[in-house]
């Protein structure tokens, strides 16, 4: 694994999280409004930057595994969608318990363990 696919995984990492901060919002701004839930989906602006949002993180991710293979690859999306509690805590002020913080600490110490001797070889 070569520093830039590192760089290109962790910005990966980072996109699961926002989008899923604007799936979020998408989802609070829809149930503040009323009328045929086709114009709601439609008209929520909120839900269509997500979804190009994640249009964008797929080619991103497609990109990413032309340069190696996947299992080096998905520790990486595996540590960007267990930081989703993180940022919807600090976001959205959604409360995080202590069994959380220790199953993300270990998870942490798994993709450390599963990552550090492919970048130190």
Same mark, same amino acid.
């Given at each position: 694994?070569?520093? &830039?696919? $590192? ?9 699961? *999280? ?7 919002? !998408? ?11 086709? $114009?709601?989906? =439609? ?5 269509? &930057?997500?979804? !190009? ?9 497609? =990109? &990413? ?11 990486? !999306? &595996? ?5 989703? *509690? ?9 409360? =995080? ?8 600490? =270990? ?9 550090? *001797?492919?970048?130190?070889?």
């Amino acid at each position: 694994m070569s520093p &830039i696919d $590192i760089v290109l995984c962790c910005v990966f990492s980072l996109t699961l *999280p926002v989008g899923q901060v604007l799936f979020k919002r !998408a989802a609070l701004r829809h149930g503040s409004t009323s009328g045929p839930l086709a $114009i709601r989906v =439609l008209t929520n602006g909120d839900l269509v &930057i997500a979804c !190009a949002w994640y249009c964008g993180t797929a080619l991103f991710w497609f =990109l &990413i595994l032309t340069r190696m293979p996947l299992v080096a690859a998905y520790p990486f !999306a &595996i540590a960007g969608s267990a930081s989703v *509690p993180l940022v919807s805590s600090v976001v959205f002020r959604e409360k =995080l318990s202590r069994d959380f913080a220790v199953g993300f600490g =270990l998870m942490l110490l798994g993709l450390t363990l599963v990552v550090a *001797p492919q970048v130190f070889r």
